[in-house]
């Protein structure tokens, strides 16, 4: 494999139900690519994470997964509201989600700090007002 195999997903904003679809969809392409069950299992749940953050505070965004030899690269971008305190929002149980979001069981400020632990990298780069792209990666 020289060059990446490439996977792009539209996360929907206005839809829990549809979130977490790119985290599935990609779980059964690294299956069909024969990648290890531990790493499909680290890919999909930073994948997850990473959806439903999209939609709880950005309104949606986008999901790029680059497959190389040696790597898993995934790549979310969003042009939501950006995260005003990077350092506050690492940290296990901090969450801005709104009430009527935690009452559907989600926003428990676990997201972030998962994406963190079942990638070997994570890079975060926000700006108020105009989004986030965060660029995660998987060593294979």
């Known amino acids: 494999m020289n060059e990446a195999v490439k996977f792009h997903f539209v996360v929907d904003g206005d839809d829990f139900t549809s979130a977490g679809q790119a985290s599935v969809q990609i779980k059964k392409n690294l299956r069909q690519l024969g990648i290890s069950p531990e790493t499909i299992r680290k890919v999909s749940i930073a994948m997850y994470e990473g959806e439903i953050n999209m939609v709880i505070h950005a309104g949606g965004g986008e999901a790029d997964v680059l ?13 939501g509201p950006g995260i005003a305190n990077i350092d506050l929002a ?41 989004g986030t792209r965060i660029l995660m990666t998987v060593n294979l």
């Not at 497959?67 to 042009?79: H, S």
């Open 67 to 79: 497959i190389y030899e040696d790597r898993i690269e995934i790549l979310l971008t969003d042009n």
């Open 90 to 130: 690492m940290q296990e149980g901090f969450s801005t989600a709104p009430d009527n979001i935690r009452s559907l069981g989600f926003g428990a400020g676990m997201g972030l700090p998962n994406m963190k632990r079942y990638t070997d990298s994570m890079q975060i780069d926000s700006a108020l007002g105009k």
